[in-house]
């Protein structure tokens, strides 16, 4: 399109300009008023109005009356971030029967009004909001790409998130596979005996669970896989799965339940290691934690063998399994255990020791606090012999039944010191006079700090969470990984089970720290997600990709020498005025969309769609329209 | 086309990528970081699409500043980052032809988190653009 047409064009839409003051938080900084008022004014603006809350119905509702009653073609809201709410407008502007590709944001509070203030905070917004409206001008109702969809999905990783994502999507009737890279299903469950708060036995949640997937007909289950490349995009996955060989002791022709290890499925494991390629149309990746690894000498770790962490006790306990006046570790009677809260956990910058590769866990692990004082409970009611200590920072029994145990605790004679993180405890070799192997030094800040000194036959390291490293998947699939290390979703309110990368989701512990009861919950929002994104068999793409215009393509190829997705443009051989011409052509749903081939196109003959050149220029022009008048000025 | 070497007011343009700076600039703004409100960030899915022209073009009709916030290494687009830091090489090359002070272009990578950065980079454009740059003739030849 020639320049004179666009401006032509730009001034034939009606562009509706709808401001937000979200609730204050743009209109304390931004006077929206003088903003609406200005944008009144611009040529192709056919309306201006504002709203406390764009995103409410009501909000939503005045794009809808003005598109229904003929007001405006082309709209533009200006409010908060687009990642929060571009998706919201445009389905808005599609219920009201319009094509939602004629849709542009403006972003007046992150952008804006959180970093500005007074009248020069005014003059940004209503400058960006011209931008926009200038770009909305030059948009076009686009369709989206329609591409069928395999249905079908994979489940990475068979922790209780992978277990009950993958039986509820199959549930749902779509084929499952799913991939776990160790021997034996269950995960971290598998490690625990009897979980809090419910007290419920771990190794019967998890035969359940994985019984539930092991039988289920829609799912197919590999262990000892991994998924050692992908390809492809939403509906259209490819995966290559790795299956190493099972060693001896995890084969077996029965599905069998080994404790603390997990379900392992029946046999047959493959003769030698072998790989294959599926298929599918979403992922949920549900990768899980690992256990932080005290270091050498924290807290007396690794030099004393009376040092143990959390998963040990846990362990060891249910191994023992006997009641008696006093808990027996490794045939030691042990008289008195401390635990020592938030090991790996809540690390503070100039406090704490970063790891070797420099970093530091400064979140909260949210599951220990609670773990731990189930096993003291524990300890004490069945063997009340045993005098329990913890020597905390904070307790943090958030959720139902929780905060009861800590009561439980409490009323069972469980002693509670507390200790401020640059003055941590100190695990020491006990006198031979003492009578016990080690002693605790610490300052307690419950008794106004007094230093006291806790007798202990046995030393528990409140071990928190780590994510597992997934560093390939993450390289493979283009995941976000937030500061913690933990997957980043695209939203954590608003969208807290999606990745970025359409059609691939997460659940449970790979992003955050959850109980079991939050894994759930994340397992199961992840698949219906999954599952109503392959209900109808094909999905749809946002249009933004490349589109070349045939009347301008001279058949340079420039366009196909830059492309960076081989397949998406080619040369091809069409009939144009009677005669056979080679004119560049687009794959849409291999097209990136990122435009290498617009900037090299000697004829301007290739844009990307919504996001063309000229759309930017016209988004520069209104940015510097004030300096071009101030200078006719002149 | 010959583009003023001084330009004619103090605007900053800031070619954000959307799966990195653009959120990266957001996130400055729920951390209520302030900085210069002549810093204006268009979204870009990735800014191998502009061509030289776009940038000299930028110039001349007064951008003082363009800071491309890309992703860097970690682009999304394979390959992309490559031919977009060849093609700024050829925008630095006609900036020098036509006498300008190749500093008012940048490239850098910003993350999604990267805040600190974010600051430090417009805030050093701000102070590059709001004073001439020495060895530069003050007045305009556009
Ligand atoms: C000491 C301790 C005590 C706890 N006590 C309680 C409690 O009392 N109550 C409670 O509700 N919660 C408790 N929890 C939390 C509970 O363990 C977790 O909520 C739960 O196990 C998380 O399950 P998940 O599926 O997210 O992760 P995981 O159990 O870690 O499962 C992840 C799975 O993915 C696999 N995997 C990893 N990488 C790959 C890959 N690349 N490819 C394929 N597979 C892969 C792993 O092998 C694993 O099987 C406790 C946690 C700890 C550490
Ligand atoms: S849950 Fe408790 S022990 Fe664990 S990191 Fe948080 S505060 Fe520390």
């Not at chain 1, 606090?369 to 307790?395: F, K, M, Q, S």
């Not at chain 2, 930028?58 to 992703?71: Q, T």
Request: charged share 20%.
């Amino acid at each position: 399109m020639t320049q004179a047409k666009e401006k032509e064009k730009q001034h034939a839409t009606k562009v509706g300009v709808y401001i937000c003051h979200c609730g204050g938080n743009i209109s304390d900084h931004v006077d929206v008023e003088a903003v609406r008022r200005r944008l009144e004014k611009v040529p192709g603006v056919a309306v201006a109005r504002t709203n406390m809350f764009m995103c409410s119905d009501p909000g939503q509702e005045l794009i809808a009356e003005d598109l229904k009653n003929g007001v405006v073609d082309r709209v533009v809201v200006a409010s908060c971030a687009p990642s929060l709410h571009e998706t919201t407008f445009r389905n808005a502007i599609r219920r009201a029967g319009a094509n939602p590709y004629i849709y542009e944001h403006a972003n007046i509070r992150e952008q804006v009004s959180w970093v500005h203030h007074g009248a020069a905070a005014t003059e940004k917004a209503a400058t960006l909001v011209e931008a926009a409206a200038a770009k909305a001008g030059l948009l076009r109702p686009l369709t989206p790409i329609r591409v069928t969809a395999a249905r079908h999905a994979t489940v990475i990783g068979g922790g209780v998130a992978g277990l009950s994502a993958a039986r509820d999507l199959a549930d749902r009737g779509i084929p499952v596979t799913l991939v776990e890279k160790s021997p034996c299903l269950g995960g971290q469950l598998a490690r625990l005996d009897r979980i809090a708060p419910t007290g419920e036995r771990a190794p019967e949640l998890v035969r359940a669970l994985a019984d539930a997937v092991l039988n289920h007909p829609h799912i197919t289950v590999f262990t000892d896989a991994q998924v050692i490349a992908t390809d492809g995009y939403i509906g259209n996955f490819k995966l290559t799965v790795r299956q190493e060989v099972a060693s001896e002791a995890f084969t077996g022709t029965e599905a069998c339940y080994i404790p603390f290890s997990g379900m392992r499925p029946a046999g047959p494991s493959p003769s030698e290691p072998r790989e294959f390629n599926l298929e599918t149309g979403a992922i949920v990746v549900a990768t899980g934690f690992r256990s932080y690894e005290p270091r050498q000498g924290e807290y007396g770790f690794g030099d004393f063998a009376s040092v143990i962490t959390l998963p040990t006790l846990i362990r060891k306990m249910a191994e023992q399994d006997t009641e008696g006046s006093f808990l027996e570790i490794d045939g030691r009677r042990i008289r008195s255990v401390a635990m020592i809260h938030c090991v790996g956990s809540r690390q503070i910058p100039g406090i704490h020791p970063e790891d070797a590769s420099g970093r530091l866990n400064e979140y909260c692990s949210r599951t220990c606090c609670t773990a731990t004082l189930n096993a003291a409970c524990r300890i004490r009611e069945t063997h009340p012999g045993t005098r329990v200590y913890e020597l905390y920072r904070d307790i943090r029994t958030y959720g139902r039944g929780q905060e009861e145990l800590y009561e439980q605790a409490a009323r069972d004679g469980v002693v509670f010191l507390r200790f401020e993180p640059d003055q941590a405890p100190e695990v020491v070799r006990a006198d031979p006079t003492d009578g016990y192997p080690l002693k605790i030094r610490v300052t307690d800040t419950l008794t106004f700090s007094e230093n006291l000194e806790v007798p202990a036959d046995l030393v528990v390291l409140s071990t928190g969470m780590e994510p597992n490293d997934v560093s390939d998947l993450v390289e493979m699939m283009k995941l976000p990984v937030g500061v913690d290390r933990f997957l980043l979703e695209v939203h954590p309110k608003l969208r807290p089970v999606e990745m970025p990368v359409g059609g691939i989701f997460v659940a449970g512990t790979c992003q955050a720290p959850f109980d079991v009861g939050e894994t759930c919950n994340a397992a199961g929002a992840a698949a219906v997600k999954a599952a109503s994104l392959l209900a109808e068999g094909h999905v749809e793409l946002d249009p933004f990709v490349a589109e070349v215009d045939a009347e301008r393509c001279k058949g340079s190829g420039a366009c196909v020498e830059a492309c960076l997705n081989p397949g998406a443009l080619a040369l091809v051989e069409m009939q144009i005025g009677g005669q056979t011409v080679r004119r560049a052509q687009v794959t849409p749903a291999l097209c990136l969309g990122c435009g290498a081939c617009v900037a090299v196109c000697p004829e301007n003959a290739i844009d990307v769609c919504g996001m063309t050149l000229s759309q930017y220029e016209a988004m520069v022009d209104a940015i510097v329209a004030d300096q071009v008048a101030a200078d006719a000025l002149r | 086309m010959t583009v003023p070497s001084q330009a004619k007011g103090n605007k900053i343009l800031v070619l954000a990528t959307e799966s990195c700076a653009y959120p990266g600039a957001d996130s400055v703004g729920q951390a209520h970081s302030t900085y210069p409100t002549n810093v204006y960030i268009l979204r870009v899915k990735a800014p191998v699409l502009f061509p030289e022209r776009f940038y000299l073009d930028c110039f001349r009709k007064g951008i003082a500043g363009i800071i491309v916030m890309s992703c860097g290494e970690e682009c999304p687009y394979d390959g992309a980052y490559h031919a977009l830091a060849r093609r700024l090489d050829r925008v630095y090359q006609a900036m020098k032809a036509q006498g300008m002070d190749i500093r008012r272009l940048r490239l850098t990578a910003i993350c999604t988190v990267c805040n600190r950065a974010f600051l430090n980079e417009v805030n050093q454009m701000n102070e590059l653009v709001q004073k001439p740059a020495a060895g530069e003739p003050g007045q305009e030849n556009g």
